[in-house]
T-cell receptor
Framework: NAGVTQTPKFQVLKTGQSMTLQCAQDMNHNSMYWYRQDPGMGLRLIYYSASEGTTDKGEVPNGYNVSRLNKREFSLRLESAAPSQTSVYFC???????????????FGPGTRLTVL | GQQVMQIPQYQHVQEGEDFTTYCNSSTTLSNIQWYKQRPGGHPVFLIQLVKSGEVKKQKRLTFQFGEAKKNSSLHITATQTTDVGTYFCAAYNNNDMRFGAGTRLTVKP
């Protein structure tokens, strides 16, 4: 099993360009997440999908959109990239995310994005 | 909203010394998780604490959850160079979850 995979590993964009980060998991998990990691700020949740067909905003959703394509795949789109979106992006998955229940999150290798 | 403070931000130790990182929440938590991220890597789950006052051990690592379920600690006894990395807590309050900023541990051989 590959676990959680992300593409691309690295990306450089110019301000205003758009792109989609791809994430897939092969663990049959219901829930998937997108985080950004900036120096000294830990991991901040952008969006999550508790189950196929649902998505919800996290702590820092502005400037991003997501699509839960199917149970395996959860993509993150930057419509008009800004330098403030330079960060490392991690996708994660877990068996389930429901009120009162938390599961181990399995993280992908990350995408290093630079916006010039 | 929930605020999670993790201290210290950095810790540099000599190999063989002990290390402790603390995670403090502004609200009572339902549970807390700890993750480790090696340099250049991704976060990897270590443990989850659920009960008030809970203590769990994994070899040289000891995890504690405070009686009031507002704080937690991770203690490493006799650090080794393989312990290098950033340790994060993930604090859960009902359906809200926040990661601490992490404690970056470096170990001098």
């Amino acid at each position: 099993n590959a676990g959680v995979t992300q593409t691309p590993k690295f990306q450089v964009l110019k301000t205003g360009q758009s792109m989609t980060l791809q994430c897939a998991q092969d663990m049959n998990h219901n829930s998937m997440y997108w985080y950004r990691q900036d120096p000294g700020m830990g991991l901040r949740l952008i969006y999550y999908s508790a189950s196929e067909g649902t998505t919800d905003k996290g702590e820092v959703p502005n400037g991003y959109n997501v699509s839960r394509l199917n149970k395996r795949e959860f993509s993150l789109r930057l419509e008009s990239a800004a330098p403030s979106q330079t960060s490392v992006y991690f996708c994660a998955s877990s068996e389930a995310r429901t009120s009162g229940r938390t599961d181990t999150q399995y993280f992908g290798p990350g995408t290093r994005l630079t916006v010039l | 909203g929930q605020q999670v403070m993790q201290i210290p931000q950095y810790q540099h130790v000599q190999e063989g010394e002990d290390f402790t990182t603390y995670c403090n929440s502004s609200t009572t938590l339902s549970n807390i998780q700890w993750y480790k991220q090696r340099p250049g890597g991704h976060p990897v789950f270590l443990i989850q604490l659920v009960k008030s006052g809970e203590v769990k051990k994994q070899k040289r690592l000891t995890f504690q959850f405070g009686e009031a379920k507002k704080n937690s600690s991770l203690h490493i006894t006799a650090t080794q160079t393989t312990d290098v990395g950033t340790y994060f807590c993930a604090a859960y309050n009902n359906n809200d979850m926040r990661f601490g900023a992490g404690t970056r541990l470096t170990v001098k051989p």
